[in-house]
Each structure stands twice: as structure tokens, then as C-alpha cells.
């Protein structure tokens, strides 16, 4: 029936389906907070309890430090574990995510101890007992507030049943751990050199050191005059009578005092040259020019050459700082002498050098170190002249004080400034020394094979983590585990009142132990030093006694053997935690000192000849960065808080809505784009976590694009399906090719986010899941249904199959974005129609599936970009046509388009009903080449044409054109006849239609 004129006027608005939905642009914070819960605290809880126990997943919490304020490193690392969860919650796993905290260690007990100094406390009179009480109070108001921030993330985990290192439990396992190693023999005390923080008072383990590239030193050349040399030198006519010295070079001269040998090595040339000021001098060959740049004179070869084997053991010298009557030292071979550096010759104080130390115990030489817990000479160090060094520091005066003795004695040659890499405290940030002490170690040599065999069986991300874990590892023989503090678990060794000797089994611990256990750890520190209730009965009657030990053990043993914590059945688990995820540091931290203590768990109780290592994929994440490139510092000042992140305080503050509501004085407080935790998120799910990350306000502004993109888009979709019903979905077959092309693309990135959250590559999840909702959903997909979607009759099967595409990327679109935004999610569930939320199940519940297969029909991708490479030629044209203002709304326009081929066989005339809509024009044709234009064309007001090449190779031309028709007034389409001049409008044929089915059902007339 043709379309009829009305004379009646009335809304066509009224008779279109356009979106409706509660879903608010923007959520309020008393939703945020509503929505926060649900998804973390409520959704955990729910899992524990409904998911099979048979299906675990463990993501074991490598614990932060309880110590200060939270900053975005923080939050990357919570986020991506929270991430993993969600991802596992969603393939039907139970998950267990406990967070912890590493609650000991001296940042701590110096805070601690800073604020008893703030309240009058003087320094040096702290009892251990008291450190404590401040040290746990402060690192309980620490993670009360840490946890509070990080369940603000959005993080789904059992906050309620947290643990701390110093929890009581927590320590008992813990000292049963280092009872198993007791028992096998695995820790041992010994006096030898460890790093020595002089600023903290304490050995330190590597992990604890940072290294700084350009730390000055003092390098100095002293000459030590030889006393005995090979039998041949002595009789060599050009050197004669002549007094010979070697040569050696240190970056470190206040270790000279300690000095106790010289190293050569077996295979350098040596060569005696002599100098007209310094006398023969002992050197390697190679070393030669630089010597004679350092002393700024010339120096004559006497013995051109003579093998490192001829001198060792075969050579002594004369100490510089012991007295006249001191016996002469050895010199000997060593294979860590090289020529690269110095003179070829190394001075070694076994007492200060891990190499030294090693050389010289072979040889039967003591260790000696006349250094103090501060860094500072004892009167051993010249016992024949105390007061030249005692109680000054040896990384300033005392380095200058001994250089100025070995000037006095005529031993200095010469000393220059020297730039090189050298550790420090990563606490106080000062430069430590390796200094010998008594300290309790771990025998990693005995275990490091079963540790590095283990590592064969983990999944490292990105995989370069395995060969720097490896290494660690491979270059480590043994962990100084003792350290000396008063905040920490002690190491429950018992000292002989009289001989020091230690007493330290498993019977011993076990007892301390069982003490530990009624008293309290505390008790360790404060019960009377003749308390014999911590002596075994085995040896009470001893009647000097014995004392209590005051080293704590390092905070990498607390930490590591929080594996212990876990307590799921191992029963047909390959390692007991599914994931470790921290930082790349902690490959000689926490990864480390996890894989070494359950290594040494498994070997100690005889569990396994085959030890495991207690994770089976480890995940490690790169720094933070400002914008740019630098690493974030307190510094520096360029530390970001993830609060400002969420609340938009980082960006620009948004403008007041142009004519609504008052206008707002000059003094008004700003308001802010308050996206709230998945801001965060989505930043930290965009980053490629596996080297640095950057963040700034220009990353931070892209990502509040794309956050509001997901809104708008889900505003949109539950807009469109408000009156849908999941009984209304149309079969696959009944679809049109739009609508199989749009879930096509909804397969493609379905499976490929699925594919990204199993390998933990989240940002390729957000990058697909962008370029999908910016192109192929709304530049495409939506633009091309918006017609049919809106103008068409509620029950239309082309309408409910538009409705049935936007059905199911509504639900893949939560499925693939509830890891990453999950209040987003739990808040679209909350304005889903009710209609559909009885029949579905929630979001952040589902058990995620595939795609149907039939939606992966790769013909149809071929398709698309054939009708993308149309379509932009299209707008194109209709972009010229708009500059000359020829061209409002796309509607406003025609196209034909001329194929090289018969359009009969092509995707064109396949899709030729849907092409308008899909190029969103009121009309298209197709025609072949050599056939006559038409005539409309030629007499359009305005047209354009371009040569548009296809991807399958073939050609066409594409005409825009003015359209020979009018507007329809409710669809916008130009698809009415030219009217006779009136005043009444008219509708399309189509609209025409929909209005009269729509009159028919209303109950009243449209007057």
C-alpha cells in the first residue's frame, strides 16, 4: 500500500524504539562503595563457599612491607594479582588469595625508635622490649591502613583471615622451618666476612643492597718491599743488591690494616722495572704504561719477564702496619687476579673480602678485621701506634689516615679519585662494608642443585625471569640469615657463658620453642638472663650456664617460608602455590628466599628426593615511571597516589553542563571525573607489566577515554535491550550478514581476551577489547543497525536480530571485562532488566565459555574488509561534500557503485539490502563497467566519484551523490516520492508501515 499524507500532526519520536535505560553516565559514590563490596568482598566469600574444593587455585601473596603509605607500584602489583583471581574465578576455580604483610626488619624498629626519640627517649637507652611493643604497634596501625587502601582497589580477596609475619602462628612455623634446617645441618655460624651496613648496624644479604654506578673512591698504589723472592731473582746480576717491592692497587686503602697476603696469578708475565724515585718495583707486564701515567716518570725494565707460578709461595713481603718485628707475609696464586685493572698484584684482607676470605682460609691465614659495629678502627688496627686510627671511620678519615701513614712510610706511590659501582644500604642509602663477623648462615651449596632442578618444572612471565632467578641462585654457596636487631623473630641459639661456643640442635630449638609458645616470643627479650626455663634439661647442670642470643634472623627468612601459610592439600597439586607475582627485585628477594627455604623443607623431612619449587608459574612485573621515563622516588618527587587516580584529581577538573542549573560562583570548589578504582584498574590491566610502566596524566587521560567508552557503550546496549527477552533470540541462520560479521568480531575477541588471561598478557586484552568497541561495535556495527534498531517495529525479525547480536555482546563485553573493571560490571548488572537478570546468571559468577562455532566463519571476515574499503571511500566523498556544505547527516546521500566484475557473484549484491544501512546512506545500487551511468546521478545537485581498489584485487568506482528524493520526517532516510507542494507531511513506505501497525494496537488516538 503507498504511503499515505497525514494531515493529523503528531511526535514521530513517540513512535520510535529508542534506548531507554537507568544506567547513569556517571556513578555516584554511595553506589561506588555498594558496587565495591559486592564484587570483592561478597564475591569471595560466595566462591569459597560454592565452588568445588576439588578445583583450587592459589595465589600466594608475596607480602609488602608494613611500613608507610601506599603508591602506584603498590597498586600494579594488587591489581594484576587480583586480575589472575578473576580470570581463574571465571574458568570454574575455587580461589585462595590471603594477603600478608612483612612486619619485621629494622625500617621499622628505626621508625619505632625515631618516635620514642620524639617523645624523649634518649638514643642508646631503648631496652629490645620496648623497641618491640612501638615496632608492632606501629606495623599493626600500618597494615590496618594498607588494607584499608587496597581493598579500595577492588581486590577480591580474604581480607578477614590476613597474616602478618608477626602474627603467632606465623613465627612458630617459621621456627619449625629453620628446626627442619637445624636438623639437616644446613645452618651453621661461622666468622667471616658479610656486607655491614655501618649506618644500621647489621649484616645485610645481597638483596638488601643497592648498588650505586657512580660512587667516588680514593684507589691508591702501595709498594710492599719484598723480603724473600725465588732463589733465580736473587741471583739475576741486574737486580743485584737492589730492594724490590710489589706493586698493588686498592679501591679500598682502609682495608690495608687488615691485610694479610698478596695474590699473583699463575699464568700473567710479571716484569721488575725500577724507578728513579721508588726503587725496583714488582708489576704485571701488561700494567706497565699505566704505571708510568700514574707515577708521571719513566720507568726501566730490569727482568722483562717472569712467570706468576715462579713467584707464589715462593715469595714473602713485609707488612706495613704491624711493627718492625712482625713476621713477613705470604704472597700466593689466585684465579680471581686478572690484568685488566691496578698493578696484577691484589692485596687480600681475608677479613674484608668475600675472594679474600676464601684464599686465604685455604692457607690456613686468620681472618682479621679491626672494625666495629660503626664502622670505625679498633686499637687492634696498629696495636704498636692505637691512637693514629682508633674510633675514626673508615670510609672517611680513617681511609685518609691510613693513607697518609702509608705516605710517611714512603709505601704510597700514588692515589687518584675513581668512579665506580659500589653497594649500599637500601635502607639508609649509604655505602655499607664487607666486614667479618660472627654471623649464622645457610647452607645454599648443599641444596642449590635440588633448587635449580626444581625451577625446570615453573612457567616464568616473561620467560627472561628463569635465567635471572638462575643465576642468583647459581652464584650463591651460602645466606647470612642472622642479623642484629631487637625487631624480628631470634634465632634461638644458646651461647656457653664461658666459651662462646653456640648451642644450636633440634632437640635445643625444639625447646626454645615449646617456651616460646607458653610465654610468648616477647619473653625471649625480657625474662631474666638466668631464667633457666629456656635451657634443655639436657644442659641445666652446666655451672657456668648458658646465655640467650640477641640476633633476630633476616626478614627474607620470614618472608620466605610464608609458603608454610598455605594450606591447601597438596594431594595432586604439583607446587602449593599456583602463582608468585612481585617485582623483578625479587628474583634475589622473596623468589629466592621462597624457593631456598621449601627446597630446604622437602630435603629436611624427606618428602621427596625431587623437590619442587613452592610456585608453578612465576610472574615478575617492572617499576614505575613518570612520564618521563624516571623511576618513581620520594626523592625525586614524582611518586604518584593511586587515591588520585581514582577521585580524577590527576586531571583537568571537569566543566560545568552548559545551561543547567545555576551558575556556579567564582569559588567554587572543582569537580572531578571520579572514575574511581577501575581507573586504576584498567591503567594497570593496560600496562605491559613485564618491563617498566609508565604513568602520568597523558597515560591516565587515555585511559579515562577508554573507561568512558565501556560506559557509554553499555549505556547503550542496555538501552537497546529493554525490551528484549533472552526467549526472543533469533536462531544464527535467521541473522542478517551484518549482524554474523558483528559476532564474528565479538569470536575473534572473545577468544583471543581468553587466550590473553591465560597467558596473564592483560594489556593485549584491553588493547583488543578498545579497537574492538571504537571500530568494529561502534563504527561499524551500531552505525549500521541504528536504523533498524530504532525505526523498525518492536517485534520485527530484523529488529529482534539485532537485538539478539547486541544480547550476546552485552554478555561476552561482562564476561571479558569483569577481571579488569569489575564495579563496572557489577553495576551494569544492577541496571540490567529484570527480565533478563531471571533468567542469566551474574557476570562476575559465570563460568566462561566459547563462542558458538559457527559464529567463526572466516569468509565473512574477507567480507568485511571488502565493505570497510567501500565505506571509506564513501566518507571520503561525503567528507568533500561537506566542505563545500553540500552535506549534512550521511542519510543526506546516495551511492552507486560500479564493479570491475559481475556484481552478481560479489559480496555486494550478497549484502545488497543491507548495504544502506551498513554505509549508512538512504540508498545504494550497483552497476557494471561500460554500462551507462544514471541519469540521476548526472542531474544530482552535487556528486563525487573516486576509484576504490578492493582487497581481492578488484577494482570499482563509488559515486556519492544528492539524493532525488525527500526526507523522511521519523526515519531521516530520503526515501519519499517529491510531494506535491503541501503543507502535510509525509512518511517512507517503510515508516508508513510501522505507524499503522502501531495504531492499530493503540488503545487511544494520537490527537
Not at 604483610?101 to 642508646?124: M, N
Not at 668475600?354 to 692457607?363: K, N, S, V
Request: glycine share 6%; charged share 25%.
Amino acid at each position: 500500500m503507498p504511503n499515505q499524507p497525514r494531515s493529523i500532526p503528531r511526535s514521530w519520536t513517540s513512535t520510535l524504539k529508542l534506548p531507554k535505560s537507568t544506567f547513569p553516565p556517571r556513578v555516584s559514590l554511595v553506589d561506588q562503595t555498594k558496587y565495591l563490596k559486592r564484587c570483592s568482598d561478597e564475591l569471595y566469600a560466595w566462591q569459597r563457599n560454592e565452588r568445588p574444593a576439588d578445583k583450587p587455585f592459589v595465589l600466594h601473596d608475596g607480602p609488602p612491607y608494613a611500613n608507610g603509605g601506599l603508591h602506584v607500584g603498590h597498586a600494579l602489583n594488587k591489581i594484576l594479582k587480583d586480575m589472575i583471581c578473576r580470570t581463574q574465578l571465571g574458568r570454574g576455580k575455587r580461589v585462595r588469595y590471603v594477603p600478608g604483610w612483612d612486619c619485621h626488619g629494622l625500617p621499622i624498629e628505626l621508625k619505632a625508635l625515631q618516635g620514642l626519640q620524639d617523645h624523649g627517649v634518649k638514643d642508646g637507652s631503648v631496652s629490645p622490649a620496648v623497641i618491640r611493643k612501638s615496632a608492632r604497634q606501629l606495623a599493626r596501625q600500618t597494615v590496618k591502613a594498607q588494607m584499608k587502601e587496597f581493598r579500595g582497589f577492588g581486590v577480591m580477596a580474604d581480607w578477614e583471615n590476613h597474616w602478618k609475619t608477626m602474627d603467632k602462628e606465623f613465627e612458630m612455623r617459621q621456627l619449625g622451618i629453620f628446626r627442619e634446617m637445624v636438623d639437616r645441618s644446613l645452618i651453621y655460624r661461622k666468622f667471616k666476612p658479610v656486607y655491614w651496613s655501618p649506618s644500621t648496624g647489621t649484616a645485610l644479604a645481597e638483596a638488601e643492597l643497592e648498588y650505586k654506578e657512580d660512587h667516588i673512591s680514593i684507589a691508591a698504589l702501595v709498594k710492599f718491599p719484598l723480603v724473600d723472592i725465588p732463589e733465580h731473582l736473587t741471583k739475576d746480576p741486574l737486580l743485584g743488591s737492589k730492594e724490590l717491592s710489589a706493586v698493588i692497587w686498592t679501591t679500598t686503602p682502609w682495608t690495608l690494616p687488615a691485610n694479610a697476603a698478596i695474590a699473583v696469578s699463575d699464568s700473567l708475565e710479571y716484569a721488575i722495572v725500577e724507578s728513579e724515585e721508588h726503587g725496583c718495583l714488582l708489576i704485571a707486564q701488561s700494567r706497565f704504561e699505566y704505571l708510568e701515567n700514574m707515577l708521571q716518570s719513566e720507568l726501566t725494565v730490569v727482568i722483562p719477564s717472569i712467570l706468576g707460578s715462579e713467584l707464589a709461595d715462593k715469595t714473602t713481603y713485609r707488612p706495613l702496619f704491624k711493627d718492625a718485628n712482625a713476621n713477613p707475609q705470604p704472597i700466593f696464586s689466585a684465579n680471581f687476579v686478572t690484568a685488566d685493572s691496578g698493578s696484577g698484584l691484589v692485596h687480600c684482607a681475608p677479613g674484608h673480602g668475600m675472594d679474600d676470605y676464601e684464599a686465604c682460609l685455604a692457607r690456613g691465614i686468620p681472618v682479621f678485621a679491626p672494625v666495629d659495629d660503626q664502622g670505625r678502627f679498633t686499637e687492634k688496627a696498629m696495636p704498636h701506634d692505637p691512637t693514629r686510627l682508633t674510633g675514626k671511620y673508615v670510609l672517611d678519615e680513617g681511609n685518609d689516615v691510613v693513607l697518609e701513614y702509608a705516605k710517611s712510610q714512603g709505601k704510597l706511590l700514588a692515589q687518584h679519585k675513581y668512579e665506580h659501582k659500589y653497594p649500599y644500604d637500601w635502607r639508609s642509602k649509604l655505602p655499607v662494608i664487607v666486614r667479618a663477623t660472627e654471623q649464622w648462615f645457610a647452607d645454599v651449596g648443599d641444596i642449590r642443585g635440588s633448587a635449580l632442578k626444581a625451577l625446570d618444572n615453573v612457567r616464568f612471565v616473561p620467560e627472561t625471569g628463569k635465567h635471572r632467578l638462575v643465576n642468583f641462585v647459581k652464584n650463591r654457596s651460602e645466606w647470612c640469615i642472622s642479623r642484629q636487631r631487637a625487631w624480628g623473630v631470634p634465632i634461638p641459639a644458646l651461647y656457653h657463658r664461658t666459651t662462646g661456643e653456640p648451642l644450636l640442635t633440634k632437640d635445643s630449638v625444639s625447646h626454645i620453642m615449646g617456651t616460646i609458645e607458653a610465654r610468648g616470643i616477647d619473653a625471649w627479650w625480657t625474662d631474666s638472663a638466668d631464667d633457666l626455663a629456656w635451657v634443655p634439661t639436657t644442659v641445666r647442670d652446666d655451672p657456668v650456664g648458658y646465655r640467650r642470643g640477641t640476633d633476630t634472623m633476616d626478614v627474607w627468612f620470614d618472608s620466605g617460608t610464608s609458603w608454610a601459610e598455605i594450606d591447601v592439600s597438596e594431594a595432586g597439586r604439583s607446587h602449593p602455590a599456583d602463582v608468585y607475582l612481585e617485582g623483578t627485585d625479587q628474583h634475589r628477594g622473596w623468589f629466592q628466599s621462597g624457593l631456598l627455604t621449601y627446597v630446604a623443607h622437602q630435603l629436611a623431612s624427606e618428602k621427596t628426593d625431587e623437590p619442587r619449587a613452592p610456585f608453578k608459574n612465576l610472574i615478575t612485573h617492572g617499576f614505575t615511571l613518570d612520564e618521563e621515563g624516571r623511576k618513581m622516588s620520594k626523592s625525586i618527587g614524582n611518586t604518584l597516589v593511586p587515591q588520585t587516580i581514582m577521585d580524577g584529581t590527576l586531571l583537568p577538573p571537569l566543566k560545568p553542563r552548559k545551561g543547567k542549573g545555576k551558575k556556579q560562583p567564582e569559588n567554587a570548589e572543582p569537580t572531578y571525573d571520579a572514575l574511581g578504582p577501575d581507573a586504576l584498574r584498567l591503567w594497570a590491566a593496560s600496562s605491559d607489566y613485564t618491563r617498566d610502566v609508565v604513568i602520568g596524566k597523558q597515560v591516565l587521560q587515555t585511559v579515562h577515554t577508554s573507561l568512558h567508552k565501556f560506559r557509554v557503550t553499555f549505556k547503550l546496549l542496555l538501552g537497546a535491550l529493554a525490551d528484549f527477552r533472552p526467549e526472543f533470540v533469533v536462531p544464527y541462520e535467521q541473522l542478517q550478514q551484518v549482524d554474523r560479521i558483528a559476532l564474528k568480531h565479538l569470536s575473534d575477541l572473545v577468544l583471543s581476551s581468553q587466550k590473553a588471561g591465560e597467558n596473564f598478557e592483560f594489556y593485549k586484552a584491553v588493547n583488543m577489547i578498545n579497537r574492538w568497541a571504537n571500530l568494529e561495535f561502534s563504527s561499524f556495527y551500531m552505525e549500521a543497525i541504528k536504523d533498524r534498531l530504532y525505526t523498525l517495529g518492536e517485534n520485527s525479525g530484523s529488529r529482534r536480530a539485532a537485538q539478539t547480536t547486541l544480547f550476546y555482546i552485552f554478555n561476552y563485553l561482562q564476561e571479558v571485562l569483569g577481571p579488569i573493571t569489575p564495579l563496572l560490571i557489577e553495576e551494569t548488572w544492577e541496571h540490567t532488566p529484570e527480565v533478563i537478570r531471571s533468567q542469566s546468571e551474574h557476570p562476575l559468577r559465570r563460568i566462561v565459555s566459547a563462542p558458538a562455532s559457527e559464529w567463526q566463519d572466516l569468509a565473512l571476515d574477507a567480507n568485511y574488509q571488502e565493505l570497510v574499503a567501500v565505506h571509506s571511500v564513501i566518507k571520503t566523498l561525503q567528507e568533500q561534500a561537506r566542505g563545500k556544505k553540500q552535506l549534512g547527516s550521511s542519510l543526506q546521500s546516495f551511492v552507486h557503485l560500479v564493479l570491475s566484475d559481475d556484481p552478481s557473484s560479489s559480496v555486494f549484491h550478497q549484502y545488497l539490502s543491507e548495504l544502506p544501512d551498513l554505509f549508512v546512506v538512504s540508498s545504494v545500487t550497483l552497476g557494471l563497467p561500460g554500462q551507462n551511468i544514471p541519469t540521476e546521478i548526472a542531474e544530482a545537485e552535487w556528486q563525487y566519484q573516486e576509484v576504490c581498489a578492493l582487497p581481492d584485487g578488484q577494482k570499482g568506482t563509488v559515486h556519492v551523490y544528492a539524493p532525488q528524493a525527500s526526507k523522511c520526517p521519523r526515519c531521516w532516510r530520503y526515501a519519499v516520492p517529491e510531494p506535491a507542494e503541501s503543507e502535510i507531511e509525509v512518511i517512507c513506505d517503510r515508516c508508513d508501515t510501522v505507524v499503522k501497525d502501531l495504531d492499530a494496537k493503540a488503545p487511544t488516538s494520537h490527537l
